[in-house]
């Protein structure tokens, strides 16, 4: 890759979300925003290889993505329909005001996760727009086919068009509705940055964490009594927290058995065991805890213990069987089955994870779990075949990389 790719490739991680919100705040149109984003760094593409990188390349991308939205309009503008758009070309009158936080992204994200639509579809449109991620690496993240998600994508937008939804951060009486919706952008957003799927991809984007991160502490600003939303921050802090002794310098995976604690980012752990306390606090006095919290607290259960062997798997179970009431996904219960194992053995563990097969059977953590089990039962036959499926499956790099040097292990 030369130095143009590079910048290219650099930019369209750190300013695809800033621009697209930009001009979807002048254009309030998410398809014109799109295609005008899109143009901007095509012309990059062909551009900086020959007249070389310019010296601001977000201002650059903001610059020609501004006129190529403004082009498209002028050429719609002949067209009735169109034509209000087209004023805004000029129109210089102020904005309508975005409350208390000024941030584009955080109210792009709120579009998006407009109540009217359906959650898997703010989630997808939310994904596509501000995380900048693929149409493959979301069908990934939902575990669907492509076209599947292009339709959903498509749809979502077309919907917030017809039904001409403001482009603002809603009034404190609308948070609720859509607060859910949010953070389950943001939680898949962080996912994706800890662990890269994407093509040429590194394995991890701590581009993405950080941008998650930052705007989950936007919307706990919005929200500061809404438990959820806490929970979401310590997860992702704690969660963080590990980011940089989970890579091997060779990029591969380092399991969490095998990680250095010392390594572990000790600030990020304090501050996400605050608000585990917190929410701790606010169940002692009735309150029910939901998804992230409990999430959270699992997190809190690891990054307390000095050494894997000190890990308490009877707190990290109780905490997944409260889980499951709450969220009786296949995801949850497969995690839940890797605490069983460690109970009460990989055989007891084995049993639950094959009951998962028909709804995991795409997933490749299904499978790398199943070959850690088959591999401690010694059946090394059994988990090959089980570690071939996982790699098979698995788009990032680094698990790719573990999953592969423990499948040669075997004897």
């Known amino acids: 890759m030369n130095d143009a790719e590079d910048a290219i490739t650099r930019a369209y991680r750190d300013e695809w979300a800033r621009v697209v919100a930009g001009l979807t705040r002048r254009f309030g149109n998410l398809d014109l925003a799109e295609e005008a984003a899109a143009e901007a760094f ?30 498209r309009l002028r050429r719609e503008n002949q067209r ?7 004023l805004m070309v000029s129109d210089n009158a102020p904005t309508e005001s975005n409350g208390v936080i000024e941030d584009d992204r955080l109210r792009l994200i709120f579009t998006c996760c407009h109540p009217s639509l359906a959650m898997e579809n703010r989630v997808a449109l939310t994904l596509r727009m501000i995380g900048g991620l693929t149409m493959p690496e979301i069908a990934r993240a939902f575990l669907v086919p492509e076209n599947t998600m ?40 962080f996912n994706e940055g800890y662990l890269a799927t994407g093509p040429g991809t590194g394995p991890v984007r701590a581009d993405l964490t950080a941008e998650a991160i930052r705007l989950t502490r936007l919307v706990r600003a919005l929200m500061p009594e809404d438990g959820e939303v806490a929970g979401l921050l310590a997860l992702m802090l704690l969660t963080e927290a590990r980011r940089t002794a989970r890579i091997s310098v060779d990029g591969e995976l380092i399991p969490l058995d095998e990680q250095k604690r010392g390594a572990w980012n000790p600030a990020l752990i304090a501050e996400g065991h605050r608000l585990v306390r917190e929410r701790l606090t606010a169940a002692a006095a009735g309150q029910v805890p939901g998804r992230y919290q409990i999430l959270a607290a699992i997190g809190a259960v690891h990054t307390s213990a000095r050494d894997i062997r000190d890990t308490d798997w009877s707190q990290v179970l109780a905490l997944y069987d409260q889980l499951v009431n709450v969220d009786p996904s296949p995801i949850i219960a497969l995690n839940r089955a890797i605490a069983v194992a460690e109970l009460d053995g990989p055989e007891v563990a084995l049993v639950i994870v094959d009951r998962l ?14 070959a850690e089990l088959l591999r401690r039962l010694g059946r090394s036959q059994d988990a090959r075949a089980a570690y071939d499926k996982a790699i098979d499956l698995a788009g990032n790099t680094a698990e790719t990389a573990n999953l592969t040097r423990r499948r040669d292990q075997l004897q």
Not at 42 to 59: C, F, K
Not at 80 to 86: L, N, T, W, Y
Not at 154 to 159: D, F, S, V
């Open 357 to 370: 097969e028909t709804e995991l059977n795409g997933y490749h953590a299904f499978h790398a779990t199943r």
């Open 80 to 86: 009735d329909a169109k034509h209000k758009e087209a």
């Open 42 to 71: 095509a012309t990059a593409v062909a551009r900086w290889p020959a007249d070389g990188v310019p010296p601001n390349p977000g201002a650059w991308l903001t610059t020609t993505a501004n006129r190529k939205g403004i082009d």
């Open 150 to 189: 292009g339709q959903r994508i498509t749809r979502a937008k077309a919907k917030i068009k017809a039904a001409r939804i403001p482009y603002r951060i809603p009034s404190a009486a609308d948070l609720p509705g859509r607060v859910s919706g949010v953070l389950a952008v943001l939680f898949l957003v």
